[in-house]
């Protein structure tokens, strides 16, 4: 087979795609689209029925992408990614026949292939294109009423964020633009300040505030999201240890980790160097999960997070609830307290919401049987915390208490209870 195309499924490699595709750009663009198309949940799909399965289905994609594009470039960039250099006349038709293909292929599997649509220029580099394509396939990862969608100028000031945030990482660590705040969280039995969540926030020199929801995401998918979680765990320590010297009170404090993190540094190597430097007891420190540690394979994290735990750390699930796999991450991981996210209380009245009632019980009375504590983010209102006391919540969080702050003046607010 030639070395220009991919060993899996023959289609071109990523290599030879921008090679072909930017040769027939330069020559005339006039009329061309670019599809990218991207498999949901290809690695939980791997986790279910094993590689070859998973090969398998790619060899499809392809041979149903050359059907569907016969005359046109198509290539395997990587993994579940796919790119076709196409006419724009039929492209959106052509793109959706690409689902009902696969569709038809595995009735008994719900298999969905997102497609991003982008129309070059003349003498357009191939690369941003492609970029294009896939920022526009990303968008409607959530969106699951839809399959494709064509890139539009907002996405692109996206992009240029995105970018942005990858360029400056470096410096907005180096110079404080990166810093950690802290939100308070209170024990509801007796209404005091036990601990204290640390939120990073970033006070760009050029953009302004750049909002979490914007730069988690980019680190995530970049794989840089370690290097921002290990700044947040050092400047915690430190903040810490500059009260402990000042003979000034402390409070356990929990960081995020990201599920990446365990993959892409020694992360408990990491934690154990900051806690050592800076004299911190292990029992000061929480590590926080997101749920969304259910979308991979469980065995590299759930070693982390018995090696945290079998070390005297307390590893926290945070966002329970707001994603699909709530009660597979219960069953395959061991937490001590689970952060139910209040968000999806938004719209519901509590006063006459049975079924919102309902929903937060039950889950609540489960992490009881599991030996798990349970801790309500999200609180807004005196009504939820109300309601999240009287059927036994043991800690909550939320405006209603604080917004993120810096850490002394947590216990500026008087009920912290001191450790």
Same mark, same amino acid.
């Given at each position: 087979?030639?070395?220009?195309?991919?060993?899996?499924?023959?289609? /071109?490699?990523?290599?030879?795609?921008?090679?072909?595709?930017?040769?027939?750009?330069?020559?005339?663009?006039?009329?061309?689209?670019?599809?990218?198309?991207?498999?949901?949940?290809?690695?939980?799909?791997?986790?279910?029925?094993?590689?070859?399965?998973?090969?398998?289905?790619?060899? =499809?994609?392809?041979?149903?992408?050359?059907?569907?594009?016969?005359?046109?470039?198509?290539?395997?960039?990587?993994?579940?990614?796919?790119?076709?250099?196409?006419?724009?006349?039929?492209?959106?038709?052509?793109?959706?026949?690409?689902?009902?293909?696969?569709?038809?292929?595995?009735?008994?599997?719900?298999?969905?292939?997102?497609?991003?649509?982008?129309?070059?220029?003349?003498?357009?580099?191939?690369?941003?294109?492609?970029?294009?394509?896939?920022?526009? &396939?990303?968008?409607?990862?959530?969106?699951?009423?839809?399959?494709?969608?064509?890139?539009?100028?907002?996405?692109?000031?996206?992009?240029?964020?995105?970018?942005?945030?990858?360029?400056?990482?470096?410096?907005?660590?180096?110079?404080?633009?990166?810093?950690?705040?802290?939100?308070?969280?209170?024990?509801?039995?007796?209404?005091?300040?036990?601990?204290?969540?640390?939120?990073?926030?970033?006070?760009?020199?050029?953009?302004?505030?750049?909002?979490?929801?914007?730069?988690?995401?980019?680190?995530?998918?970049?794989?840089?999201?370690?290097?921002?979680?290990?700044?947040?765990?050092?400047?915690?320590?430190?903040?810490?240890?500059?009260?402990?010297?000042?003979?000034?009170?402390?409070?356990?404090?929990?960081?995020?980790?990201?599920?990446?993190?365990? =993959?892409?540094?020694?992360?408990?190597?990491?934690?154990?160097?900051?806690?050592?430097?800076?004299?911190?007891?292990?029992?000061? /420190?929480?590590? =926080?999960?997101?749920?969304?540690?259910?979308?991979?394979?469980?065995?590299?994290?759930?070693?982390?997070?018995?090696?945290?735990?079998?070390?005297?750390?307390?590893?926290?699930?945070?966002?329970?609830?707001?994603?699909?796999?709530?009660?597979?991450?219960?069953?395959?991981?061991?937490?001590?307290?689970?952060?139910?996210?209040?968000?999806?209380?938004?719209?519901?009245?509590?006063?006459?919401?049975?079924? &919102?009632?309902?929903?937060?019980?039950?889950?609540?009375?489960?992490?009881?049987?599991?030996?798990?504590?349970?801790?309500?983010?999200?609180?807004?209102?005196? =009504?939820?915390?109300?309601?999240?006391?009287?059927?036994?919540?043991?800690?909550?969080?939320?405006?209603?208490?604080?917004?993120?702050?810096?850490?002394?003046?947590?216990?500026?607010?008087?009920?912290?209870?001191?450790?």
């Amino acid at each position: 087979m030639p070395p220009e195309t991919d060993k899996l499924t023959g289609l /071109l490699t990523r290599t030879a795609f921008h090679e072909q595709a930017g040769r027939a750009m330069n020559s005339d663009s006039e009329g061309l689209a670019l599809i990218w198309f991207n498999l949901d949940n290809f690695k939980m799909f791997n986790k279910r029925f094993g590689f070859p399965r998973g090969d398998e289905l790619l060899r =499809e994609i392809a041979a149903i992408i050359r059907v569907i594009f016969p005359n046109n470039l198509s290539a395997r960039f990587s993994d579940d990614n796919f790119a076709v250099l196409t006419d724009w006349a039929s492209m959106e038709i052509n793109s959706n026949m690409v689902q009902e293909y696969l569709y038809a292929l595995h009735e008994d599997i719900t298999l969905r292939l997102r497609a991003g649509i982008y129309f070059p220029s003349s003498g357009e580099d191939i690369r941003s294109c492609c970029d294009r394509a896939k920022l526009a &396939a990303d968008s409607i990862r959530k969106n699951h009423s839809v399959n494709s969608c064509m890139f539009h100028d907002a996405m692109s000031r996206e992009l240029e964020l995105q970018q942005h945030i990858l360029d400056n990482l470096d410096g907005a660590i180096q110079n404080g633009a990166i810093r950690v705040l802290y939100q308070p969280i209170v024990r509801l039995s007796t209404g005091e300040i036990c601990e204290a969540e640390a939120l990073a926030r970033w006070n760009d020199g050029e953009l302004g505030t750049i909002s979490p929801a914007d730069f988690i995401p980019t680190l995530e998918e970049y794989r840089e999201i370690h290097r921002l979680d290990i700044h947040a765990l050092k400047q915690v320590c430190r903040d810490y240890r500059a009260r402990s010297l000042k003979g000034l009170p402390v409070l356990p404090v929990s960081v995020n980790l990201s599920r990446l993190d365990f =993959e892409l540094c020694d992360i408990l190597q990491e934690v154990e160097l900051a806690v050592t430097l800076n004299e911190i007891p292990r029992n000061m /420190l929480r590590l =926080e999960i997101t749920e969304s540690i259910g979308d991979e394979d469980t065995t590299v994290l759930n070693l982390g997070i018995e090696r945290f735990r079998a070390m005297g750390y307390e590893v926290w699930m945070d966002d329970f609830g707001s994603g699909y796999s709530s009660l597979n991450v219960l069953k395959d991981y061991n937490f001590d307290t689970i952060k139910f996210d209040m968000k999806f209380l938004h719209g519901f009245d509590i006063k006459k919401s049975e079924k &919102a009632k309902y929903i937060i019980s039950s889950n609540l009375q489960m992490a009881r049987l599991m030996g798990m504590q349970a801790l309500a983010e999200g609180v807004e209102t005196a =009504e939820q915390l109300e309601y999240l006391r009287s059927i036994g919540f043991d800690k909550a969080q939320g405006y209603y208490f604080g917004r993120p702050m810096n850490l002394d003046e947590i216990f500026s607010l008087g009920r912290a209870s001191e450790k």
